[in-house]
């Protein structure tokens, strides 16, 4: 089971890291990623991390956010800066054993998932 930190509320403009502990050893999983969904929208892949270091970002937080990942704590990173609005969603931390994978534009799905945790961006 994935624990991932609590969410939050946030400014706009502000930051907020967020984290997702793996069960196991995060270094089992070739790829981790960090998934969010908006009220009345479809899942979106925000960013993907290759355990050799290769990272993609959706465009709309290109630029903003960052993903990480340290394997000696077992644990998955998400700094986001500059948030938006449009980034209040609920986030969820994933994992698969094949690379990032980008099919049409959009980060493939993965095969294990953690409980989501809910961000909100408003003044």
């Known amino acids: 089971q994935f624990a991932s930190s609590w969410g939050g509320l946030v400014h706009p403009g502000g930051s907020l890291r967020l984290s997702c502990a793996a069960p196991g050893f995060t270094s089992d999983y070739i790829a981790m990623a960090w998934f969010r969904q908006a009220p009345g929208k479809e899942r979106e892949g925000v960013s993907c991390i290759n355990r050799d270091g290769y990272t993609y970002y959706a465009d709309s937080v290109k630029g903003r956010f960052t993903i990480s990942r340290d394997n000696a704590k077992n644990t998955l990173f998400l700094q986001m800066n500059s948030l938006k609005p449009e980034d209040t969603a609920v986030y969820y931390c994933?994992?698969?054993?094949?690379?990032?994978?980008?099919?049409?534009?959009?980060?493939?799905?993965?095969?294990?998932w953690g409980q989501g945790t809910q961000v909100t961006v408003s003044s």
């Open positions: 994933a994992a698969d054993n094949a690379p990032c994978a980008v099919v049409g534009g959009r980060l493939a799905n993965m095969d294990f």
